[in-house]
C-alpha cells in the first residue's frame, strides 16, 4: 500500500512506474505470506497467487495508453509465471493455474492496444492447460476430448476469415488445429500400434495440402510439421537398421558428398530459402 501510494502522489514518469510495480512484487509476495500461513502447499497457494495478476490486468484497462500501465501488467505477468513455476510439480493444478492465466491474457486481449501479444499468449495458455489436463488424467485418446474443440474453434475461424480477410490464419486455425494435432502428435510417437500414426498422418496430409491449395499459413506449417515428425517416427527404425547394415564408412561418406553438394550449390540454395521465405510470407 505504501509503495502505491507513493505511486499516485509521485510526478515523475520513471518513479512513477519504479514504485507501481515495486507494488505489484509487495503484493504478490504478501499473497504468498498468506498462502503459507494458511499451511497451503506451492502448488495449492499458485491459484492464490494470480489474484495480484488479475488486479493488474483491470487496471490496466483503467489505465489504458498512461504510462504506468504496461510496466505494472509486465510485473503482474511476472507474478502469473511464479504461479505457473509453483504448480509445476502438481499436473492438475497446473493445468488450472495455466487455464486461469488464459483467462486474464483472454481479458487484456479484449483491449485493442494488447490483442496482438495478449491473444496469441491466450490461445496458447488455453491449449497448453488442455494438454496438460488430459496428460494428468493419463488419457489415452486425446481426441475424444480434442475434436469437440476443434471442430467449433475452426468453424469460428472460417467465420472470422470471411468477415475480416487479412486476419492473421494463426489466430483464426491455430488453437483449433494445435488442440488436436500436437496432443495425438505425442501419443502417436509412443504408441506401439500402427493406426493412431496411419490416421494422424493421412489427417496432417489432408491439412498441409488444403494450406498449400489455399495459400494459409497456419494449416500449412502445422500439418507439414505434424506430417514430417509422423514419418519420421515410423521410418526411424527402419533407417536405423539400413544404417546398421551398411558399413561403417559409408554413412561419414555420403555426409561429405551432401556437405560438398550443399557447398557448391549454397547460391542457389540461398535464393531457393529466400523464395520461399517471401511465398510464406505473402500468406495470412
Known amino acids: 500500500m505504501l509503495f502505491a501510494g507513493a505511486a499516485l502522489r ?40 494470480l489474484v495480484v495478476p488479475s488486479v493488474t490486468v483491470l487496471l490496466g484497462a483503467r489505465l489504458r495508453n498512461h504510462p504506468v500501465a504496461l510496466p505494472v501488467e509486465l510485473a503482474g505477468g511476472l507474478g502469473a509465471l511464479a504461479a505457473i513455476g509453483l504448480a509445476v510439480p502438481r499436473a492438475p493444478f497446473l493445468a488450472l493455474v495455466l487455464a486461469l492465466c488464459g483467462v486474464l491474457a483472454a481479458g487484456a486481449a479484449v483491449r485493442p492496444e494488447r490483442r496482438p501479444v495478449a491473444g496469441y499468449l491466450a490461445a496458447v495458455l488455453f491449449v497448453t492447460a ?12 486425446p481426441e ?21 480477410p487479412e486476419a492473421s490464419s494463426w ?4 488453437p483449433g488445429l494445435a488442440a488436436t494435432l500436437l496432443p495425438s502428435l505425442a501419443v502417436a510417437w509412443g504408441d506401439p500400434d500402427w493406426q493412431r500414426p496411419l490416421l494422424l498422418g493421412v489427417a496432417a496430409l489432408v491439412i498441409t495440402l488444403l494450406g498449400a491449395k489455399y495459400r494459409v499459413q497456419a494449416p500449412l506449417l502445422l500439418g507439414g510439421a505434424v506430417l514430417a515428425l509422423v514419418t519420421l517416427h515410423e521410418l526411424a527404425p ?26 557448391a550449390t549454397y547460391e542457389q540454395r540461398l535464393r531457393d530459402a529466400r523464395r520461399l521465405k517471401d511465398v510464406l510470407g505473402r500468406m495470412r
Do not use: F, N
Open 10 to 49: 509521485t510526478r515523475p514518469v520513471v518513479e512513477r512506474a519504479v514504485l507501481a510495480v515495486a507494488a505489484v512484487v509487495w503484493g504478490t509476495a504478501l499473497t504468498g505470506c498468506v498462502a503459507g500461513s494458511l499451511g497451503l502447499a506451492p502448488h495449492e497457494a499458485a491459484p492464490l497467487l
Open 130 to 141: 488442455t494438454w496438460v489436463r488430459l496428460a494428468a488424467s493419463e488419457v489415452s485418446a
Open 144 to 164: 475424444a476430448y480434442t475434436l469437440p474443440v476443434t471442430v467449433p474453434a475452426l468453424v469460428i475461424g472460417v467465420l472470422r476469415r470471411r468477415k475480416d
Open 171 to 174: 489466430t483464426a486455425y491455430g
Open 238 to 263: 527402419y533407417v536405423v537398421q539400413v544404417a546398421g547394415a551398411l558399413p561403417r564408412w559409408l554413412p561419414p561418406a555420403l555426409a561429405g558428398m551432401l556437405l560438398l553438394a550443399v557447398g
